[in-house]
């Protein structure tokens, strides 16, 4: 049975390479974003964080980039998780919208 939809708010499809970092850590772990939204992303990888983790996440496309810290929201065993973006400065907002825009405009077409 599938799980229910954890997401406060709409998620575009949106791919796109991304790095993280653990809190805590120093290790780079290079990772894919499947899907964004105001409040979060999908991190496609097989072998996610815990439930809880405090990461710092990167994402960089064309000469855009967005940076946040996020909180592992939800697991997907060996499929993914779930961020919730923290604390987002104007400049992190303000790329996020303009990837959200582009994402809804694109589902449009």
């Known amino acids: ?18 790095e993280i970092i653990e809190e805590g850590s120093s290790v780079t772990v290079a990772v894919r974003v499947s899907d964004l939204g105001n409040d979060g992303c999908y991190i496609d990888m097989r ?8 990461v710092a996440i990167t994402i960089v496309v064309a000469r855009d980039a967005f940076e946040a810290e996020a ?14 973006f923290r604390n987002l400065s104007p400049g992190a907002r303000t790329v996020l919208q303009k990837w959200l825009w582009e994402g809804e405009h694109d589902r449009q077409t």
Not at 47 to 54: D, T, V
């Open 1 to 18: 049975m599938a799980q229910p939809d954890r997401r406060s708010n709409t998620r575009v499809p949106f791919i796109a390479h991304a």
């Open 47 to 54: 072998s996610p964080l815990p439930k809880g983790a405090s």
């Open 71 to 84: 909180t592992v929201a939800y697991v997907d065993p060996r499929l993914g998780m779930g961020l919730v």
